[in-house]
């Protein structure tokens, strides 16, 4: 691709340019798994159904799509419920407490082909920020050592203050584009989720690139990816 045809890069977080979607998984698997024990489902949760119900959601969204899929209605609580309340906050704040578990006994560290990607970008001088429906999107950057690369993090945090849809809506990606000062037309939106891509293609953005990290080519293509590959280091 031709980087000049564009002034900024939008990039999602996990699984993007941190591998940190694998403790996403993980964190999601205990507690979802958990949840159907104790109430005796006996189809567990898999991959399958992070891909297809939680990946690239804001959190509180993934535990509510998850629990439709197996017919399990819960109430809905609130953001400020405690992780052990059984309503759908709880269960979101539940996973949240876990995530950071792992992320702090684990850390993380940059994906070296997204990290040359970010290099290649700033000695252009391309605009970059980080779109992310995660909450904990600052924390992850400053584990991996990257929070300086970004002026403009757009993350669950800021999606609820301003009251902006989460992904597949395009409202976090379009607020990143205003306050980078760019056109949606002179973005490029990098994402690894299928409710991503939907969002890159719904915002009309000039470039919209799937990084298949597991949710499948095909899939990133059908939802919206213009191009897929499996590394950021194949943009450079």
């Known amino acids: 691709m031709d980087w000049s ?23 999601w698997d205990k507690m979802f798994n958990d949840v159907l024990t104790q ?39 609130t953001p400020d419920d405690a992780p052990e309340e059984e309503t759908v906050g709880g269960l979101g704040n539940r996973k949240n407490v876990l995530f950071e578990e792992i992320l702090e006994r684990d850390g993380v560290e940059a994906y070296p082909g997204s990290v040359a990607l ?23 950057l400053r584990a991996a050592g990257l929070i300086e690369r970004f002026p403009i993090i757009v993350d669950g945090a800021v999606a609820a203050d301003r009251q902006l849809a989460g992904k597949p809506a395009p409202d976090t990606f379009l607020f990143a ?10 973005a490029v939106v990098l994402e690894d989720a299928t409710s991503g891509v939907a969002a890159g293609r719904a915002g009309r953005f000039g470039l919209v690139v799937g990084v298949d990290r597991g949710a499948g080519a095909d899939a990133l293509r059908e939802h919206g990816a213009d191009v897929v590959v499996d590394d950021l280091q194949e943009l450079v």
């Open 177 to 186: 584009g205003q306050q980078l000062d760019v056109e949606p037309s002179r």
């Open 118 to 140: 970010l290099d290649a970008l700033a000695e252009r001088g391309t605009r970059v920020a980080v779109v992310s429906s995660s909450r904990n999107a600052p924390k992850v």
């Open 39 to 77: 109430r005796g489902v006996e189809e567990p949760y898999t991959d399958d159904d992070y891909y297809r119900y939680v990946d690239g959601k804001p959190r509180y969204d993934g535990v509510r799509s998850f629990l439709e899929s197996r017919g399990i209605e819960l109430p809905e609580g």
């Open 5 to 27: 045809d564009y002034d900024a890069a939008l990039f999602d977080l996990d699984g993007v340019i941190t591998p940190t979607a694998e403790v996403h998984r993980r964190a």
